[in-house]
């Protein structure tokens, strides 16, 4: 059964494909959730992914007997060994978590050498691939174009995540959680409007993939897709809270740093949402605008988003306080003095921060006039977040009201990456390459 915190299955037909990767183990849980989501799960496995962990183990989740032998002992009908071609027509889809290098090049090559890939050429219905190994063999050239080839039979790819690979590296090879495939497999089989459809599914680009020769509509000649399958959440511009029905407080953000920040995401293939508080710049082409006025509307907003979003990028300047009520009626000018009582907002994200879900990149934006780095610091640990841009509004051509900024980018892991003065659209796509790829270079100065 379904519980309210993951989508239904009910009564769907699930073929889980396991290769030998060491993240197998995560296909126990991925089983356990498909079944809790009330899905009928068959597992098929490769015989290095046994090496890993056992059919018992993935038969008593799935509540079924696990294939694996293409060519069975026995010749009683449940072990024909036709049973691949059933099982290809039975299912409603596919999933390969995780899937190998190899595994993902007999796919590419169509070869039928086990249970799995033999099943693979027989299924009707549509085939999820998470692939799952090491940083540089995720990179290489050949894995690359293997996993492109599967988009081309149209297969869908699902990104591997960045993070700690088994190898002791760090980069981007890791196999999806068990959560993000569970919530793909819905909306593939929910068939997605076909916006979002062709970001999550068949032309899916990986991010670390070099950019297609031959790049989406979305993009322009040169930006790479890279983006492609990802959900980017934005907030921008200020928030408005309201004193009475003809005053304010609020700031002069312009919200020009978080639509540029949105324009840049969708243009490299993202799936963007943006929440502005009120601004007077037209919303990019191709993006979900959900407008708001006051923080608590601004929370409300992105928390009710922010577990199907892949990247959160906080670019509002968000009031810290509002007035603990606003009057219905104008102010009259009776007294020689007014105290307004002023209540905290709620911090939008740092709420983002404290629900974080594994995979899901945060990113903020800190506002500093004095010991910035120490302030930006404490507010990315504080918030929860992977990185933090540190801006001074009292620097020429950086903070409000400017097209140029010139911030500092904070990492996590101790990254400081100072920037040079840039335009917003630039600052933007530099951001975001490190989100695509943490390990980058530090961004050379513009002769
Ligand atoms: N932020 C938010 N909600 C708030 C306040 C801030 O989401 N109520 C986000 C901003 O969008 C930004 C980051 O938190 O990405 C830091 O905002 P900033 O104004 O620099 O810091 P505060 O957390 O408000 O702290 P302080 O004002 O005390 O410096």
Known sequence: MSDDSSPS????????????????????????????????????????????????????LSEA???????????????????????????????????????????????????????????????????????????HPATQRNLQQLRDYDYTVMPAAHGELASGLVGRGRMPEPEAILRRIADLLDGRPPAADALASPSVT??????????????????????????????????QEPIDPVRMLTNPSTGRMGYAIAEAARARGADVTLVSGPTHLDPPGGVTVVRIQRAQEMHEAVQSRRDDADVIIGAAAVADYAPRRASSSKTKKDEAELTLSLRRTPDVLKTVGANKRPGQVLVGFALETDDERENARRKLEAKNLDWIALNNPREDGAGFGTSTNRVTL???????????????????????????????????SPS
């Not at 991925?30 to 496995?45: C, F, P, S, T, Y």
């Not at 032998?69 to 059933?86: C, K, L, M």
């Not at 670390?208 to 509509?217: G, L, V």
């Open 9 to 60: 299955l009910e009564g769907r037909r699930l073929i889980l494909g396991v290769t030998g990767s060491i993240a197998a183990y995560k296909s126990a849980l991925l089983i356990r959730q498909m079944k809790r989501a009330g899905a009928d799960v068959r597992v098929v496995m490769t015989d290095d992914a046994k090496r890993f962990i056992t059919p018992l183990t993935l038969g008593t």
């Open 65 to 139: 007997d696990v294939l694996g032998d293409i060519f069975p002992e026995s010749s009683d009908a449940s072990g024909s060994w036709t049973q691949h071609v059933r099982l290809g027509l039975w299912a409603d889809l596919f999933v390969i978590a995780p899937a190998t290098a190899q595994t993902l090049a007999n796919l590419a090559g169509g070869f039928s050498n086990s249970m799995l890939t033999a099943t693979a050429l027989s299924a009707r219905c549509p085939i999820l691939v998470c692939p799952a190994m090491d940083r540089d063999m995720y990179r």
């Open 206 to 239: 990986d991010e670390e993939a070099d950019p297609p020769a031959d790049p989406s509509p979305a993009s322009a000649s040169s930006t790479p897709a890279d983006l492609r399958g990802l959900r980017v959440l934005v907030t921008a511009g200020p928030t």
């Open 410 to 444: 904070l990492g996590r892991d101790g990254t400081v990456d100072e920037l040079p003065l840039l335009s917003k659209r630039d600052v933007a796509d530099a951001l975001l390459d490190r989100i695509v790829d943490p390990d980058l270079a530090p961004v050379p």
